[in-house]
C-alpha cells in the first residue's frame, strides 16, 4: 500500500536561512508526487508536482523539489526562506494507474516557523 | 477566477443536528472530493465523486453521506453530527483523483 512520511513535524528557520523539508514514501513504481503548502486559515495550495521526466522541479514562490527514486524521496527545498513562508508543507503522492487507489495520500505535514 | 468554494467557512452545532456543507467548483471539473484535517493526521479522503451521480467511500466515510447531482456541487451531509467529526473539512476537484487538487477554503465544523 502507498505511504507518505513527513519525518519533522515542526521546523523552525531564520529568515533568509535555506530550507529543507523532508518527504519519504512506499510505492512499488513511480507515482506522482506534490508538494502543498497551507497558510493559517487558508486551504491548501499546490507548490509543485512530479509526474516524469527531469528530477529537479521548480514551483511556485521559489521552491524545488527533487525526486530521488533511491532513496524513495521527495524533499522540497529552497535556498532563502521568507517570513512569509511560515505555513504547513504537505507532500502527497498518487498511483498513477488509479483504480483502485484512485486518491491521492497525504503526509501528516511539517509546520514551519520562521524566525526573524 | 477559477476557484472551489465552501459554506459555511465556521459551524458550531450539537450533536444529532443534521449539517450540510456546500461545495461548488466552477472549473468544470469531473472529480470532487471531501477530505478531513485532523492534527498529527494530516488529510483523509471521505468520500470522492468521478462524476455527476458517481461516488464512491475514501478512508473514512462513516457518519458521512454526499450527493453529487449536478456537476459543480458535491454537499456534504452529516445526518447525525457527534464530537468525533469536530474537524476541518476541505472540498477539493480535479480533473483527474491522482492529479492535482484545488482546494476550497475549508470548513472548521466543531460538534458540542
Known amino acids: 500500500a502507498q505511504s507518505v512520511t513527513q519525518p519533522d513535524i515542526h521546523i523552525t528557520v531564520s529568515e533568509g536561512a535555506s530550507l529543507e523539508l523532508r518527504c519519504n514514501y512506499s510505492?512499488?513504481?513511480?507515482?506522482?508526487l506534490f508538494w502543498y503548502v497551507q497558510s493559517p486559515g487558508q486551504g491548501l495550495q499546490l507548490l509543485l508536482k512530479y509526474f516524469s521526466g527531469d528530477t529537479l522541479v521548480q514551483g511556485i514562490k521559489g521552491f524545488e523539489a527533487e525526486f530521488k527514486r533511491s532513496q524513495s524521496s521527495f524533499n522540497l527545498r529552497k535556498p532563502s526562506v521568507h517570513w512569509s513562508d511560515a505555513a504547513e508543507y504537505f507532500c502527497a503522492v498518487g498511483d498513477p494507474r488509479g483504480g483502485a487507489t484512485n486518491k491521492l495520500i497525504f503526509g501528516t505535514g511539517t509546520l514551519l516557523a520562521v524566525q526573524p | 477566477e477559477a476557484q472551489v468554494t465552501q459554506n459555511p467557512r465556521y459551524l458550531i452545532t450539537v450533536t444529532g443536528k443534521k449539517l450540510t456543507v456546500t461545495c461548488s467548483q466552477n472549473?468544470?471539473?469531473?472529480?470532487m472530493s471531501w477530505y478531513r484535517q485532523d492534527p498529527g493526521l494530516g488529510l483523509r479522503q471521505i468520500y470522492y465523486s468521478m462524476n455527476v451521480e458517481v461516488t464512491d467511500k475514501g478512508d473514512v466515510p462513516e457518519g458521512y453521506k454526499v450527493s453529487r447531482k449536478e456537476k459543480r456541487n458535491f454537499p456534504l451531509i452529516l445526518e447525525s453530527p457527534s464530537p468525533n467529526q469536530t474537524s476541518l473539512y476541505f472540498c477539493?476537484?480535479?480533473?483527474?483523483?491522482?492529479?492535482?487538487?484545488?482546494f476550497g477554503p475549508g470548513t472548521r465544523l466543531t460538534v458540542l
Open positions: 510505492y512499488g513504481a513511480t507515482p506522482y
Open positions: 472549473m468544470n471539473h469531473e472529480y
Open positions: 477539493a476537484s480535479s480533473t483527474a483523483l491522482t492529479d492535482t487538487q484545488y
